[in-house]
């Protein structure tokens, strides 16, 4: 029996245990309730008819004694006293003259004197007594009321009657001993009745409750049980519909989790060979436009063509990346740069980017730090994006550049002088292909991915991207990296022993190229060779370890998809062997360019990544630095 099941089977004890509590409880705290209501309402009843009642006797007394009181006929008051203080609850009669001295009383000590005092500190009666009579509770069980006597408007005396309150105490405390007796009464009654309540409630809900457990266990199979309640039958039956509902629903979930896995390893599958496919011919077309520039009869077509290969190579990038942002957030590298190659990166981007619109590029370049960590190549693509989208919408002033850093912060901002981007529209911009004009009748190019790439790449690194009005009336992009700043003891401890200061004087250095194409190894040795490099070449993975394994070079540039062997499991092999390059720097100079390709290259133990098509200055930079 599961946890959840267990769980549910407790639940109606604990209902019978608080059904009893609050049953027990509500009938004995509304039987006080009551019943102190009503002894409240008795005593404030049998006081007011106590007071009433001295008050009658004390004005009957003063009517009474005004013959007596005029006559001064004393003596005859005895009577009338004798017969009021025989009355029931009566303790005490006096009558006084005018002068305040008792002439007649129901205790014979006090004729003749002033009274002992009708209240606490009364020493004279006929001082305290107002026109409408005198009233006073002595003590906790007698009750005094007064009364002048009064005949033609002259004041002849005063009569004071006292009631005893012990008989009204007396029944409060038997009507108190009831409301004890009644509540403990009603509460064993309210048990009672609780108790058959919850049983009659908690079997049906124990069931009920069983059933739920077991569907949270994760058994669906279930069938209700009748409970003898309608109301929980119907529930019961409910949740067997939800089971097997869920049931179904979970069928279908897993058969579509198990299409969605299939269409994910194709898409991978597919990417992979896509960005190959791509990739490669593009290097091919680089590397016979690099070869024959020299030879060309027409170096302005060859340029202009060159151009081209480099807009398509961008528009291949910017596919792979939103394809494999989808599996999630692109991977960046933490690795020291010079602050002066991402400036003139920025330049050479912007150059490119500006070459056919004529506009003016203004630079507004703060104070660098020497050096920063990052991924310097995703950082001029960012800036690479927002130039290029500039100089597309820009009409008229020019295009400023901007570039600055404090507080861990590398600011970098693109603006121009286009018509500008209204502000519905800007949540959309950083959006893939999104496109503000009809592709059929724009004057502009792109498939609309150069932003959405741009804002993944930034929010990946932790940073922010805006776009707001520019003050020479268009846009103005702005990204913001978080970037740490080496300080120069850092930054000469980031050059290795032995390296060169300045990327294409390697100083004879051999390198093993590993390319399978023909029209990309001739690319890459005549790039090396004009580089300084002596270049040896293997055309598989195979080649390559046996060539690793007899000579030793200064670095390896291995492709990855080769015949025979992969260029992955070759560098494996060549790391795992005790042979002459154990040690030695392995680049991957390759099509394959999706996350998972790097991460496969950097587990094999290579020490860099070169996609294609080739960026000549980032591969002979990282060489120089691996060197």
Known sequence: MTTTQKRGRRQPVRIRAVALVAFGLAGLIATVIVGMASMLRFRDSAMDQSKAYAHMLAESLAIAAIDPLVIEAYVSLEGAVGMYASRTDVTRVLVCDYAGRVVASSDPGLLG????????????????????????????????????????????????VTVSLSSIRSSMATILLFIVVTGLGAWAISLFFAHGMSRLIAVPVEKVTDLAGRIAGGDFNVEPQPSGIRELDQLGKALAWMATAIRTREGELSAAR???????????????????????????IQGILSVSHDQCEHPDRAALLAQRVSQLSMIVDGLMDVASFDAGPPSLIHEAFPCSELVADLRTA????????????????GTLPARLVGDERRLVQVGRQFLSNAAKFATAGPVRLGLSYGDGILKLSVSD????????????????????????????????????????????AGGSVA?????????????????????????????????DATPGEPGEKTVLLVEDEAINRLYAKNLLKRSGYRVAVAADGQEAVDMAMRSRFDIILMDIGLPAMSG????????SASGLNTASPIIAVSAHDLPDDRRLCQEAGMDGFVPKPINERELLEKMASAC
């Open 113 to 160: 004197s002033f009274p002992p005092g009708l209240a606490d500190g009364v020493t004279e009666p006929s001082g305290h007594l107002s026109d409408s009579g005198w009233e006073h509770t002595v003590g906790r069980d007698s009750y005094e009321a007064g009364a002048r006597v009064r005949c033609a408007g002259a004041n002849l005396g005063a009569v004071y």
């Open 258 to 284: 198990e299409a969605a896995d299939r269409q994910n390893k194709a898409k991978s599958v597919f990417l992979q060979a896509a960005s190959h496919e791509l990739r490669t011919p593009l290097n091919g």
């Open 350 to 365: 912007a150059r490119m980017a500006m070459e056919t619109s004529r506009l003016e590029l203004v630079e507004d370049i």
């Open 417 to 460: 002088g286009g018509p500008g981007i209204a502000p519905e529209r800007r949540a959309e911009l950083f959006k893939p292909f999104d496109i503000l004009d009809d592709p059929r009748t724009r004057k502009s190019g792109g498939a609309g991915l150069g932003l959405a790439i741009a804002a993944g790449i930034v929010r990946a």
């Open 467 to 499: 776009v707001e009005d520019s003050p020479d009336g268009g846009a103005l992009f702005t990204a913001q990296f978080p970037v740490q700043a080496l300080e120069k003891e850092a930054e000469s401890a980031q050059t290795r022993p032995g390296q």
């Open 568 to 575: 992955i499991e070759a560098a494996r092999r060549i790391r």
